[in-house]
């Protein structure tokens, strides 16, 4: 079988390897059908990306058939059709007790820690396998894994009905997160530098489209929200300066979410945190998202809408790669296709 795997800074290999066997009882063996192509597999490639270890088979939103299980999986079968949770976790530290074990200290995450899911074949324990309705078609079900950063984002902002939110970041992400948004009853205002990319928000339910470059951001909230601020800002962006712009812009009670990994310094006053008693958390990945987020794409309430622009047969990976270096601009979401 062929597979792709990242030995150092840009450098892609396709490769040759045996399909590999089952090891445990509750393991099964997956025929990949689709592998999206994410941002942090673009870092992970350039070595941008400090968490990863190399040599690595890159790839974690994946979506495949199930071909064999071990003896002791019980609630999957032959050809069952199955998105893959691309976490591991220990089940017992104090994150994975309470909740999320998406930042479990034992955090091992498929495609940067372990080898994803860039090749034709992969075994993977039964427990991170989501049955899929056989009519979600793959190219639609591929986007199963970017939906749930969204719905972890939305938990962890606590969105809900009449919330008005500022969503910073019109990338992939950043629509994942409107969609689920609306879908959770919030009105979006959502913001970015690239007006192709803020065109395409308001085409998916954007409210309020804001392009930074032309506009004064705090005031377009305050005209929005008729002075009150926003009630949640998610930061998909994860910049000093988007990161900063959360606490003059959020409202008396409201609540921060940052999903970004910067390592800059910011620069942020406590006075604004405690005087409008602030919420501010991280989301990192995701944590029991996936169940509901498949609910939504089997009933028609999330779908691509667009959000796939690129497709490209496995063989051709280095090209893909190649492309979104060259286009970025041109590129929301590009996906690698398996035996098609």
Not at 25 to 35: E, F, G, P, S, Y
Request: include cysteine; aromatic fraction near 6%; hydrophobic fraction near 40%.
């Amino acid at each position: 079988m062929k597979i792709a795997r990242v030995y150092g800074k840009d450098d892609l290999r396709l490769e040759e390897e045996e399909i590999p066997k089952i090891a445990n009882a509750n393991d099964v063996l997956i025929k990949t059908k689709r592998v999206g192509i994410c941002g942090s597999d673009v870092h992970l490639y350039h070595g941008e990306n400090p968490l990863a270890v190399l040599p690595r088979v890159i790839g974690h939103e994946v979506v495949g058939e199930v071909v064999e299980i071990g003896s002791d999986v019980k609630n999957l079968k032959k050809e069952d059709h199955v998105v893959v949770e691309p976490i591991r976790y220990c089940g017992k530290c104090y994150a994975c007790r309470h909740g999320m074990p998406n930042v479990c200290k034992e955090l091992s995450v498929f495609g940067v820690h372990e080898d994803g899911g860039m090749r034709e074949y992969f075994t993977v324990p039964e427990k991170q396998c989501y049955i899929l309705d056989k009519k979600l078609d793959w190219d639609t079900a591929v986007l199963a894994e970017p939906y749930t950063i969204g719905a972890n984002a939305t938990f962890r902002g606590n969105v809900g009905i009449g919330d008005k939110i500022l969503v910073q970041g019109a990338g992939p992400i950043g629509i994942c997160i409107l969609k689920l948004a609306k879908i959770k009853g919030a009105e979006v205002m959502i913001s970015d530098i690239v007006s192709e990319k803020l065109k395409f928000a308001k085409q998916n339910g954007a409210d309020r489209i804001v392009n930074v470059l032309n506009e004064d951001i705090k005031e377009a909230v305050k005209d929005w929200t008729g002075n009150e601020g926003v009630n949640k800002v998610i930061d998909a962006v994860g910049t000093t300066k988007t990161f900063e712009l959360g606490f003059d812009v959020t409202s008396p009670a409201g609540t921060i979410v940052v999903l970004g990994f910067s390592e800059d310094d910011a620069q942020i006053k406590q006075l604004p945190i405690t005087k409008k008693q602030l919420t501010v958390v991280g989301s990192r990945l995701q944590a029991y998202q996936f169940a509901n987020v498949i609910r939504l794409m089997e009933s028609g309430n999330l779908k691509s809408d667009g959000l796939i622009t690129h497709k490209f047969k496995f063989k051709e990976v280095q090209k893909a790669f190649d492309f979104v270096d060259e286009h970025a601009e041109k590129v929301k979401k590009m996906i690698l296709t398996f035996g098609d």
